[in-house]
């Protein structure tokens, strides 16, 4: 299990929040959906997750572990693929996997196997030789992808990984995360996307400005806004509401104000 | 024209971050220390350097005035401005004309392509001016006031003073558009680079051959003498043909009357044209030239392999070899990364090898190999060698910041930071080995004793480690990750610059160690051996230095991905609900000292090198009672053990030290005599050859021949 418990991450010292006092479960065997408008923390969380960001506050516990107190303990059990595969590409496809492969200690037995299957899978078998600099946007996506996937992690942390990738490619990752969840593992993935978060997703949560405003699956959140609706109408509907409550806050304030002002002024 | 400013003053606001420093020193008024420690540093720094550059000038200017060329110094300043913009601008037109980032938003804009190109040269000749003022503007003056120029003169000097680096840049444009309008070489910048490096590495090779050429031949005073006979001003005519404009600028500034008229309607003439003609070129050939006949078709490495090649290729391998092989791979597929380290590995010992072939110097290292010390300064020099090169390839030093925007790789495999840093010495230690045996195949032959070499390249690389360590704990401290072009990652890093003055100091102190052992009588064994142990204790430090820095890596930002937001300091700490940063020393070092070493060093270097011009052009010779006195030398006349009058200088080769004009100051081989300390003018006649236990040393004073007699009288006298 994933927990994130009062997670926050500024970057600007204190004056604003990336990612404000988020708390969070993500259960093993679960694929968990991270959706939220742009800016609003997706990406930071999921750095704060695996490593490369570390939390102003709040810790980050998976299976018992703490992600920051026990890094390579904890990094042995999960893989990461970032929003933009900025990968090695002047290593070929293969190099770059076993690369990766060495560091996480998969066995030749292992490697060899699921290697052939994911080249198989995401059809990169003959570009695997290629320099990765000579692949196109979405190759990269799924060397990327192959290479995150072939220590078989408990814990998969993608961010945005749909995005380059054709529809056969979409509809066999899609099909691969449900087996890594069968087998045991965990995804976490933030997307854009939110008919394959839909459909994909055992629960969903909604971020905007660095607070988790819904969290649940589908049915839960369906339930809680008393409407039989889309995530996409859901989704619009929060960030929406969200953002009028907060004009509407910043008005009620600004008028206060203004009301304050006059009442010292006639006190004069 | 109004397209053309709003490019530019785009252009302008994006190279030098002006709306990024606008918006965080006035209008968040962030950090608005920053600004004036840069410009109290900048002030500093170019003081220091503008106060050597004046001194030089001044003593050019007077050595000029002698000669009947005044207007000498406009010459070389705009000679060497123009030169300087015309080797740097050709590298940078062609970056910033076919490589930017920007060209993938301003092609498909409505703008004609001599608009943006116009713009584009618009923003290299402002950047231009940064150096093009300093170099031109302090010669200006100085001729302006000693010669007592007419206002004409101050009217027009800043006039051709700003056109100077028209003419230069327009030239290389017109190339550049043209090269890349009939190669494909817009599409592939890594070889444009690499043809660059090679070509700059060429002049370094040419400059160096013919610099030890002239050397090895001395001056020709003949042929000097009739250079100056041509009147007031000849001499310009002669060093200016090199490259006229820079020529008719000069002499439109120093020439009277028509004369003036008329090199300076050459001068603007010539500009004009190269503008027009880049304007041109850039009108019909730019377009074609970046865009081409479509994108160069991708070069396959291999092709589709079966099931049992892949199982080859994807073996497993130990964590460390998989980080050694990953460190060597990112160099190597990298050219600019590979050449920059290749330069620096191979140029120095080619530099050794062309030095130790010209003129008698094989002669001569095979008789100081001869001699029983060589053995020990013989094995220590290799394995100094040996060690400093691959930190003068910046290879330890950029181990990090190589990695800049993939940086997020290594900070999410599961492997110890330590462990990558182990990898990172290894591949270091690696390099040190090969190159040193390489050395060690080409310097045997040429005389240095196998043993030395043998035992000198396992003690190099023993010393190669505390200096590697010491390297890579710099760039854990502060890597420098948010580079865009290779080279900001490996040549444009202070952390280079760090390292040197931090091993130089270190190198000196081991040198006075070694050489106190050695004149306390050690034996050569003890002290090799003593040296090979302070280098192990040395290593373990800078190792265990190195480890204890290595969490840091975890705390830096990645641009790769996401946000690229500021390092992110150990002292932040949450307190209360506010971020609040704890100031302590470690904390400072850990934020400033980069900027604090680097500044540092760069004003150190100045001093050293400011130093060195000065005192190359300054030959003041003091007789005291008892001694005499130059530069830094005092000879007490109770250590002379021999004086001779010389008709000249004898002809010098092999210069360790200044060399500006007619004037040597330094190490050279004189002809005849031997290797000693030279500080002459070669054009003073009689010279003094001062011989004493410890050497000799050559010098010019004005009035040699009775000089002679005095000292011959004084030290007649103590000998009684």
Known sequence: MLQLKGVSKSYDRGKTW?????????????????????????????????????????????????????PLVAKRRISFLPDNPNIYDRLTGLEYVRFIADVYGVPAKERRERLERLLHIFDMAAAAPDLIKSYSHGMRQKIALIAALIPQPDLLVLDEPITGLDPRSVHLFKNLLHEHCRAGGTVFFSTHILDVAERLCDRVGIIRKGRLIACGTMEQLRRDRMADTTLETLFLELTESEAETTETETEAEAGKREREKERSREDK | MKIFLILLGVFLKQQFGLSAAYDRYVRRKEALWQPF??????????????????RLLNSLHNVSVQLNQPGMIVLLGFLLAQMIVLVFGLFYL???????????????????????????????????????????????????????AGLLYWLLSPIIMLLLPLLPLGLAGIAIVLLMRFTRLAHRPDTVRVIL?????????????????????????????RLLSGGP??????????????LWGALALVEPGAKAGLNLAMFLLITALSLAGLWFVARHSFYQGLLG?????????????????????????????????????????????????????????????????????????????????FQLWGTLGFAGLVAINPIIASIPATAISREGMLFWISQVIPVAPRIQLLAKLVFTLVIAAVIGALMAVVLIPLGLPAKAAGIGLILGIIFAVPLAALSIAVDTLWPRLNWVSPQQAMKGNTNNLIVMALIAGLAYLLIRAALFMNKSGWDMSYIISAMGIIFLLLGVGAIAVMYRLAPLLYLQQSFGIGKGAET??????????????????????????????????IIGLAIFLGREFIMGVTLE???GPDYVKFQNVVIPYEELVEVRLLEEVPPLSNRVGTSIGNYRSGTFTVEGIGRGRVVADDRTKPALVLFTNKGFYIITPDNAAERYKEIMEKTERMAE
């Open chain 2, 94 to 148: 062609i970056s910033i004309f076919y490589f930017s980032h920007d060209l993938e938003l301003l092609v498909p804009l409505p703008i004609p392509p001599q608009i943006i190109l116009g713009a584009k040269l618009g923003l290299v000749v402002i950047s231009e001016y940064l150096t093009v003022i300093p170099l031109t503007l302090p010669p200006l003056i100085i001729y302006g006031l000693k010669q007592e």
């Open chain 2, 568 to 601: 992110t300091a150990p002292a932040r700490v949450r307190d209360g609900g506010k971020l609040r940063i704890r100031f302590s020393l470690w904390d400072l070092f850990y934020r400033y000292g980069r900027i604090i070493l680097t500044g540092l060093t």
């Open chain 1, 18 to 70: 990336a990612v404000d006092n988020l708390n969070l479960e993500i259960n093993s065997g679960e694929i968990f959906g991270f959706l939220g408008p742009n800016g609003a923390g997706k990406t930071t969380t999921l750095r704060t997750i695996v490593g490369l960001l570390p939390p102003d506050r709040g810790t980050i516990v998976f299976d018992g572990i703490d992600v920051w107190k026990k």
């Open chain 2, 293 to 373: 006949s479509g994108a160069v078709p991708k070069k396959k490495s291999r092709q589709a392999s079966g099931p049992l090649e892949r199982e080859m290729l994807i073996s497993p391998r130990p964590v460390l070899a998989a980080l050694v092989s990953r460190e060597w791979l990112l160099i190597i597929r990298n050219p600019i990364f590979a050449m920059t380290a290749a330069q620096a590995l191979i140029i120095p010992p080619l530099l050794l090898f062309i030095a130790v072939i010209s003129g008698n110097s094989l002669a001569q290292l095979r008789q100081l190999a001869a001699l029983p010390e």
């Open chain 2, 197 to 225: 490096m090679l070509i700059f590495f060429g002049i370094t090779i040419a400059v160096s051959s013919i610099s030890a050429f002239f050397d090895s031949r001395g001056v020709v005073p003949d042929e000097v003498a």
């Open chain 2, 621 to 623: 010779y003091e007789f």
């Open chain 2, 37 to 54: 420690l840069a410009l109290a540093g900048f002030i500093g720094v170019g003081y220091l350097l503008l106060t050597f550059y004046l």
């Open chain 2, 233 to 246: 001003n000849s001499l310009l005519s002669i060093v200016g043909r090199r490259f006229p404009p820079a």
